[in-house]
């Protein structure tokens, strides 16, 4: 699969616009530092030696950094910026030399508290170190950091330092010897936190805009409240130090109406959180509307907080919005292909590949159980438009005989009479389009029903990202509808630098240390699972792309965004199973990859939906749901009703608490013998022509010990559910088809152009 790796200069230009937008909310009172002296030679011998017209200052006072010790040496940056290059300069320094020593002099009137770094990692490694202030080490942010964007270049290293009075001097030593190359400095700022004021802060890979305050402290907003639906949101949070803080800190929202005082909303945080992260909450002031109030945002330490640390605790990102009517807000389902749901830090994955998307997670809700229709593309993806199961809409149904001509076993397209969601939304006003990169999406099979526009990319990821946004910005007033869709996770795994190397690193990493993903793969097989982590960290890099540009054309708040798979990938956690049960002719792809097994690994889907003022951020939902759960739920939110053929549930009544589906059923395995599973919240049955196969999903979430030989009592009361639950949604269908469904009977005639691509995919040898 040719891809199209992102752009270096694009890559810094993102990150960096990021940056630049942080500095511009920190108050007034605390500017960013900039570099006003350069280090111009090295001296003859070009060694360690003492530096002193290295500075960097603060435009309005004479705080200064200077490298007492270590290599280094002037380098020039070039950047794009709104597709116009521009040069800057920083300072790359030396590992082999062991480190860099700086003295710090806090003469600005206020004192030091915070260094804050700005760090090209030049081999798109990471970034790796230690660091000591006075001859102490203190605790730095290496050991948290993130893939993505932040990674791959440049990186923003914050950390707390023993206060300094003014006047006081210290001596911060970073050492980047671990690095397997230098790496540049290109700003370093010193400043002295304010107990209160702007700043912005990046946690658990989501940055904030926010207010700091101390305990025992509190804000007030004097606003009017608009007219009608209005919701007040905000997060919190008590951010990393240098030392240990023990006890919990109360944030508590009132409202203060003429002498009324009414508290709207009470969390009480852990002070010393293993994992620091945005907390989320929301309140309805709908009922203040048309008045002017005040809103008082407090915080109560319930064991005091030792002095210095008070700076830790942040309201962040608090604003007050109407929420969007129902006729004018945007749909948009990002689609991804074969992305298991354990890749993700949101479930369980504690190599962190997926910051974006675990952020868009936190920004809304996050369901623990989302299970795919079908372990492979057509049938699953039908399910997610049309609200049915695979067997109800046909698409997919897998020919008897291969093609003598193409050497393909064809598989039937969704038929021109299905229902499908577009097609509802169009006729509702809505534009609609399809951006795809799989060929199963594409007009021979039947997905192209109700676009306005379809478009295949055809593997490249990055281009479909900008064309979407581009199609969303020419479409801004109206309500639009967008499919899009990432084929990156799918085979021949081939992620574009630096992703592969800086996944590849973090793999050997746990490997060496005996644990991690896959460590018990062989060497072949384990690099091929790492190639397919890197594709993770990958289409990572596009979604947060994408939703960073949307929030550029000002639609965040106004836009539903859901983000699936249609299914997962195997990698060998099933072989032996397989391999014991079914001869080669009957098996098909055993082992790896996905369309032949009904197992965790292949149908364990994310799902998250964002829907500010819908949905509560932080909201985790446990129950069980499919993928055809999607399209009557998106019906429900925009105010249509669901079509009665549809046989998904509404999440919407997930998230607001009632009980979820008694089970869930896959079906449609596109290799070897047919295989469906029927999966309950603590027990997973899978039958094929020659087995059938019990799980206890919660003593035994990966599925390695069938209890169908040891515990028949258990398989035959599991086996008699799923088959009144496939007696019913027979039923059913029989009931859509007398209504006049057809479906199709004949394959698609492919052409040797998209014979081939299917091959390039791994669909066909």
Known sequence: ???????????????????MSGLACQS??????????????LGEDGGLQLVRQLAFVRPEDSSTVTAIRGRIAKVAIEQEIDGVSHDSEGYRLYPEEGELTLLINATNGQGVDVVHLDVLAQAHEGIRGAAGWDGSDIRMPFGAARIGIEQTAWTTLEFSVPRMADGASGVLRLDFSE???????????????????????QLDGLTLDARRVT???AFEWNVRVPEGPTLLQYAMAVAPSPGPTPGAVTFRTVAVDGSQRTELVSHT????????QWTHAQFDLSAYGGRSITLRFETVDKQPIPSGNDHRILWGDPRIFLQPKRDEFNVIVLAIDTLRADHLSSYGNDIALTPAIDALGQQGARFSQCVANSPWTLPSFASL???????THGGGTMMAEIDSTSGVRGSLPLPDDARTLPEILSENGFRTALHFNNIYLGADFGIHQGWDEARDFRTNGFETVHRSLEWLRDGQGERNFLFLHLMEPHRPYDPPEPFQSIVRRMYEQRRSAGDGPFSQLSADRWRSAVRYGGEVAYTDYLIGRFLRGLRNLGLENHTLVILTSDH?????????????????????????????????????VPLVVRFPGRVTPGTNVDALVQLHDIAPSILSWVGLDPSPNMEGQSLLDLINGQPGRAFAFSEFTRYGPERTAFTEPQFKRIESPKFVEL???LGDPDEQDDLAATQPDRLESVSLRAQAALQARQEFQLRFRESGYARDTVEPDLSPEQVERLRSLGYID
């Open 568 to 604: 997962g990938e195997e990698f060998w956690e099933h072989e032996a199973i397989q391999e014991s049960r079914y001869d080669d002719g009957e098996r098909g792809f055993s082992g790896v990859g996905h369309g032949h097994t009904q197992y965790r690994e292949v149908l364990d």
């Open 215 to 217: 305990a025992r402290d």
């Open 385 to 391: 438009l049309t609200g049915q199961y695979p067997s």
């Open 179 to 201: 690095m397997p190359s230098p790496v540049v400095i290109s700003r370093l700022w010193l400043y002295r936190e304010p107990a209160s004021g702007a700043t912005r802060k």
């Open 695 to 697: 799980y206890d999903r």
């Open 1 to 19: 699969m040719m891809k199209q790796p992102p752009n270096p200069r694009i890559l810094l230009f993102a990150l960096l616009i990021a940056l």
């Open 269 to 276: 945080l852990d002070t010393n959180a293993k994992r620091p």
């Open 28 to 41: 007034q009172s605390e500017p960013p530092v900039r570099v006003t002296r350069y280090l111009d030679s």
